[in-house]
C-alpha cells in the first residue's frame, strides 16, 4: 500500500465507529485499519490517492475529517504553525481591536487580508495605524483572553520527543508569539513587532514585515538549518498568508481554514483539534507527549 487516509473524529460531536471505518474502506478499497485512538482516529491504508469525494460520501456528513497521505516518511522533522486561529483560538489584533473599541472597523479588515482580498502588509499596518495612542495595558488584557487551541501542546511536545524541530510564524505580534512559545514549548518563534514609546502604541509596526512570501522563506530556512527536504516538514495554518509555505510544505495542512484557503489546500482539519496533525503522522495516541 502506497498511501494512507488517516480518519479523525472531532471528540466533542461524535465517535469514529467501526462501521463507518468500515464503509469509508470499502470505499477506497483499503486495507486492514490501524487505530491510532479508539473511537477518535485511525489509519486505512490504500493503494492510490484516494477518491476523496467517496470518502465524503462515506462519511455521510459526519464531523470527522478524512487527511491522505503517502504511506513512506509521514513523521516530518520541522513544524512550521502559524498563531492566529491556529495555535491559538482568536486573531489576536481583533481582540486588541475590540477591547480599543474600534473592533468592528478592525475585524473587516482582517477578513479582507484572511480571504486573500487585500494585500497582507498593507492590510495590517493599516489596522495598527488605528491603534496609535492606545495604553500598552491592552496587549496584556488581550492575553489575559487568549486561549490555546486544544491539542497544541500535544502536537508540539510529541513532535519534539522524535526529534523536529518546531516553529511558531506569525504574521501577528512578537509579544503574544513569545507567550505562546513558552508556554506550548515551541523551538523557535517569528513574528512581527509592535512599536511603542514606552507608555502607548505608536501605530507603527517594525520592518521588514513578516507576510506570506516571510513564512515561506522562515520554512525554507529551518529546514536547510536541519538538512531536511521540504517533503520532510509540516505547516499549518488557517489564513491567505500562510498558502505559499502550506503548498511547499511536505505536509501542508488547512486548519480549520478560510473559505480563499480550503478551496486551494485539499489536506484540511475542518473538524478535529490539533491532535490530528499527529495522527496524520502516524503517531498514536500512546506516543502523545504533554
Known sequence: MTHMLTLVADRSATTLSPAVIARVRAAVQGGEPVILSPGEACDIPTRAWPDMFAVEAALEGLPIDAIPTKARNRRKGLLVADMDSTMVTTETLDEIAELAGIGAEIKAITQQSMNGEVDFETSLRRRVAMLKGRSLGLLEDTWARTRLTPGGRELVATMRAHNATTALVSGGFTFFTGKVAELVGFD????NTLLDDGEALTGEVGSPVLD???KLTILTELAEARGLKLTATLA????ANDLAMLRAAGLGIAFHAKPVVAREVSTRV????LRALLFAQGYGVELFRE
Open 188 to 191: 523557535v518563534h517569528r513574528a
Open 212 to 214: 506570506r512570501d516571510a
Open 236 to 239: 499549518v495554518g488557517d489564513g
Open 270 to 273: 475542518d473538524h478535529a483539534d
